[in-house]
């Protein structure tokens, strides 16, 4: 039963490009977090999905970043135009409908902007 | 509003010395848990546990302990006998139980070095 796999683990992306982040939760998980690590610091919740729905995404930046779930594929978090302060971890985080049951975290994605 | 802090931004020890690594967090519900992550220099978040508030029994796994206080708000993290490898940044966050949101709040994490 694989974990939950996000891809890349590493993207280099120049000033002004789109990145493109995925994450595939784990199976019978139909609810997906997206969470942001800058440098030195904790994680900060983005934005919460289920399949075709946001839920929450008060974490997220006005401008330049979206997220989807489709109801097929994996879930995609997107920022437009990157700059540098975009550079950070990424993490996705995925539970079971019964949300206390846990959260199961991918080993993120290390975007940097050059 | 929701808060965790961990006052210990880093913390330096010798191997097979105890530590114990602090959490105090802030929440208006009643009913919440509590968790402790692990992120080794190799940067994946490892689950260590996860404590709700109605659960106020200490914890024990091998060298690992958790002390939950709700008197002081305290979900506090102890390491028996470190070993090198137990060097990462841990992570102490809190959720609200079946709240709309449901995500995670996050400490900004302890610092452990282990040294031999």
């Known amino acids: 039963n694989a974990g939950v796999m996000q891809n890349p683990r590493h993207l280099v992306r120049r000033r002004g490009q789109e990145a493109r982040l995925r994450c595939s939760p784990m199976?019978?998980?139909?609810?997906v977090y997206w969470y942001r690590q800058l440098p030195e610091e904790g994680l900060k919740f983005m934005v919460y999905?289920?399949?075709?729905?946001?839920?929450?995404e008060s974490g997220m930046p006005k401008e330049r970043f979206s997220a989807e779930f489709p109801k097929e594929g994996p879930s995609i978090l997107r920022i437009q135009q990157v700059v540098r302060g975009d550079s950070a971890a990424y993490f996705c985080?995925?539970?079971?409908?019964?949300?206390?049951?846990?959260?199961?975290f991918g080993s993120g994605t290390r975007l940097t902007v050059v | 509003a929701q808060k965790v802090t961990q006052a210990q931004t880093e913390i330096s020890v010798v191997e097979k010395e105890d530590v114990t690594l602090d959490c105090v967090y802030e929440?208006?519900?009643?009913?919440?848990?509590l968790f402790w992550y692990k992120q080794p220099p190799s940067g994946e978040l490892v689950f260590l546990i996860r404590?709700?508030?109605?659960?106020?029994q200490n914890e024990i796994s091998g060298r690992y302990s958790w002390n939950f206080q709700k008197s002081t708000s305290s979900f506090n993290f102890t390491i028996t006998a470190s070993q090198v490898v137990d060097s990462a940044v841990y992570f102490c966050?809190?959720?609200?139980?079946?709240?709309?949101?449901?995500?995670?709040?996050f400490g900004k994490g302890t610092k452990l070095s282990v040294k031999p």
């Open positions: 985080a995925s539970s079971p409908p019964r949300r206390d049951y846990g959260y199961t």
């Open positions: 199976k019978g998980h139909s609810h």
């Open positions: 999905l289920q399949k075709e729905n946001i839920i929450d």
């Open positions: 929440t208006r519900d009643t009913t919440y848990y």
């Open positions: 404590r709700n508030s109605f659960d106020e």
């Open positions: 966050a809190l959720s609200d139980y079946g709240g709309s949101q449901g995500n995670l709040i």
